[in-house]
């Protein structure tokens, strides 16, 4: 019989995220999982079981990278996983790592996400190519940008969505990360400059797009006897959801993340959530493209269909507004290592309930907040709520 225990999230760690960085991938791993380890006054000796969660092995030119990264993440000798659903890893690290430790299996668990999406290719999405499928799609030429931007265009053809308005996100988040200490792409910018940033593919542009990174980062899982040992304010981990649709982009309607909805669903289930507006007080939702936040926000039942625009028009999604996503800068402004840019949310929320969000820390303080990842080809969504 399975055994189900509250869980709580008790550190956090992250690197730099950088183009090129020097460190390996190993590195990066133990950086990440020293700082965590250290934010909750644990040693590796504390630790019963590792969970990985990486991208592609071609990001860092190795096969079988969960064994690769075994010795940064401290996962010799120990029960260790690797996890990977694409973009959507990062937050599905911690969502495994919750089961280690819900199951009953084990008291601890260090999860541990990394990406190196530069050391060997001009552009990752030379290591993307091979996700599509060889008869139907490689055919045609398509690369991930492609296709974001058909999803992009069908978003604002459904929804009446002008360019501007989702450069607005854009400007948000860079502007945001310029409280980040790891931030890579921190900025103040106006929605003119997005709009004259280079075009890559129509409609997409260059400030729409999150930057190639290379980073890592952790959190450390555990029971509640053990949280409380470490801690007097555990930040509980209260649902979880995963769920992954059909590669075949080309069957479905691109306005609208249904997988994301279902994963969501299942987390809200499971924490007890009716209405997520009124229930969490900030999200960090995935951002790899400014487009991607309108659509996972409506995806998370943050904002009803075609409504997120307007949301961010009006400064809802602010920092200090009424409703603030991404207050830490998301990807489009800290950066976008794959996995670690899942897991980077996962500690913003961490550190957030913890009121340890430094300049980042939204205005009042937050008692509940979410975390969400999405990957795969446009078909995977990982989700996580925490509370305090």
Known sequence: ???????????????????????????????????????????????????????????????????????????????????????????????????????????????????????????????????????????????????????????????????????????????????????????????????????????????????????????????????????KDPIWVDGVGWNVDSQYWTNRELCYPTYVESAARMAYKMAKIENPRRSLDFAEVYDPFDYKELHHMEGLMLANRGEAPKLTREGVTQRGGEFPVNPSGGLLGVGNPIAAAGMMKVCEVYWQLKGEAGKRQIKNKAERGLAQAWGDLLQCGTVITMKR
């Open 1 to 231: 019989m399975m055994i189900k225990r509250r869980v709580a999230v008790i550190g956090a760690g992250m690197t730099l995220f950088r183009r090129r960085l020097l460190e390996t991938g190993r590195e990066l791993s133990y950086e990440a999982s020293n700082m965590a380890l250290g934010s909750a006054g644990m040693t590796m000796k504390d630790i019963d079981s590792v969970v990985i969660g990486s991208g592609p092995d071609a990001f860092d030119g190795v096969h079988m990278k969960g064994e690769y990264l075994l010795e940064g993440s401290g996962g010799i000798g120990r029960a260790n996983t690797r996890v990977y659903v694409g973009g959507g890893t990062g937050v599905f690290t911690p969502v495994g790592a919750w089961w280690h430790v819900a199951s009953g299996l084990f008291d601890t668990c260090l999860a541990v996400a990394e990406e190196k999406m530069s050391p060997l290719h001009p552009h990752p999405q030379t290591a993307f190519w091979s996700i599509f499928d060889h008869t139907t799609d490689r055919p045609l030429g398509v690369t991930l940008l492609w296709i974001f931007a058909l999803e992009m265009r069908r978003y604002m053809h459904a929804y009446n969505v002008k360019e501007e308005e989702i450069a607005l996100v854009a400007v948000k988040n860079k502007l945001n990360a310029l409280d980040h200490p790891c931030a890579q792409l921190g900025a103040k910018i106006t929605v003119e400059d997005v709009m004259n940033s280079e075009k890559i593919v129509s409609p997409v542009k260059r400030y729409d797009v999150s930057p190639p990174s290379d980073g890592a980062a952790a959190v450390i899982l555990a029971s509640e006897e053990v949280a409380r040992k470490y801690t």
